[in-house]
């Protein structure tokens, strides 16, 4: 409501969301998510705005009665999230027992959904996987934003969809963690203090503005309060000190990889002994069956 009160006195003095970001030294996009309501503007941002829109002192007593540090929990509470991951210049991550959706390779995450509540459905599994890979656009490329992942080691471990698409994972993984833009740790399972108990996104806006992100079982939870934001960051902080180095991490990955080569060859020599097991099954079955004599066409 506010951002739409601000868009009514723009739009009543006359001015463009260009206009407005020249004279407040900023880009339209800003202008444009303050208008939209996913973004905190600061109180000098305000006053500046009431001046130029001729308002008094109306744009800063609304400003006073919003409540800034309300969470967001409402059922398009991905969409949110979503807007605000679309822009922003750096991303800090934690993620426990799978592997973080912007670093899935196809195969990883079309199990994913196939085990999950898409499961039976080819067609919303294939839609699903590809929304969230066209997300990866923007960070896995050359001088994409920074993309911190810290991944549990049990999303390593752990075998989603077979070691055929694990080893493709973890393939992946050491792919794109040679992009400038991309660093990748392993929080291992020993000598761990600080843990974090749920899946977490710290994000860095075109603006300054950081919001930290985290999911229930129903719902998102989105915060931009400052006093939130640095209490997890802080948690973050430890826990990547905790971590394995940049390098060890590879290291460990290209390991789990080894291993599910390993599997992956075990599973194909057990299948082509199970095969030719079968086959000579039925040629002792078509050995030990009766013959039976042809019969005779009667001369003409």
């Known amino acids: 409501m506010f951002g739409e009160e601000i868009r009514y006195a723009r739009e009543a003095a006359g001015y463009v969301q260009e206009d407005v970001g020249k004279l407040l030294h900023c880009d339209r996009t800003v202008v444009s998510r303050t208008e939209g309501g996913k973004?905190?503007?600061?109180?000098?941002?305000?006053?500046?705005?009431?001046?130029?829109?001729?308002?008094?002192?109306?744009?800063?007593?609304?400003?006073?009665?919003v409540d800034w540090n309300a969470s967001i929990e409402h059922p398009d509470w991905f969409q949110e999230y979503v807007d605000h991951e679309a822009i922003a210049i750096g991303m800090r991550a934690y993620q426990d027992s799978v592997v973080h959706g912007l670093l899935q390779c196809w195969q990883y995450a079309r199990a994913l959904f196939a085990a999950g509540d898409a499961a039976g459905n080819?067609?919303?599994?294939?839609?699903?996987?590809?929304?969230?890979?066209?997300?990866?656009?923007?960070?896995?490329?050359?001088?994409?934003?920074?993309?911190?992942?810290?991944?549990?080691?049990?999303?390593?471990?752990?075998?989603?969809?077979?070691?055929?698409?694990m080893r493709c994972q973890m393939e992946h993984l050491l792919r794109v963690a040679q992009l400038r833009n991309v660093v990748i740790h392993v929080a291992p399972f020993a000598n761990r203090r600080t843990l974090i108990d749920t899946d977490m996104v710290l994000l860095e806006l075109p603006d300054g503005q950081r919001v930290v992100y985290s999911e229930s079982l129903d719902r998102g939870h989105l915060s931009g309060d400052s006093a939130t934001v640095a209490r997890h960051q802080r948690r973050y902080d430890r826990l990547r000190g905790e971590c394995l180095s940049e390098s060890d991490s590879l290291?460990?990955?290209?390991?789990?990889?080894?291993?599910?080569?390993?599997?992956?060859?075990?599973?194909?020599?057990?299948?082509?002994?199970?095969?030719?097991?079968?086959?000579?099954?039925?040629?002792?079955?078509?050995?030990?069956?009766?013959?039976?004599?042809?019969?005779?066409?009667?001369?003409?």
């Open 39 to 65: 973004r905190r503007p600061s109180i000098e941002e305000v006053e500046e705005l009431d001046r130029l829109y001729g308002t008094g002192d109306l744009l800063k007593r609304l400003y006073g009665r």
């Open 122 to 165: 080819a067609e919303e599994i294939e839609e699903l996987t590809r929304a969230r890979l066209s997300r990866q656009s923007r960070f896995l490329v050359p001088d994409g934003p920074l993309l911190l992942v810290i991944l549990d080691e049990s999303a390593i471990r752990r075998v989603v969809g077979g070691p055929n698409v």
């Open 251 to 300: 290291r460990l990955i290209a390991e789990a990889l080894e291993g599910f080569r390993d599997e992956e060859q075990r599973a194909r020599r057990s299948r082509l002994a199970e095969e030719q097991l079968q086959r000579h099954q039925r040629r002792q079955l078509h050995r030990g069956s009766p013959r039976i004599p042809p019969r005779r066409r009667p001369s003409a």
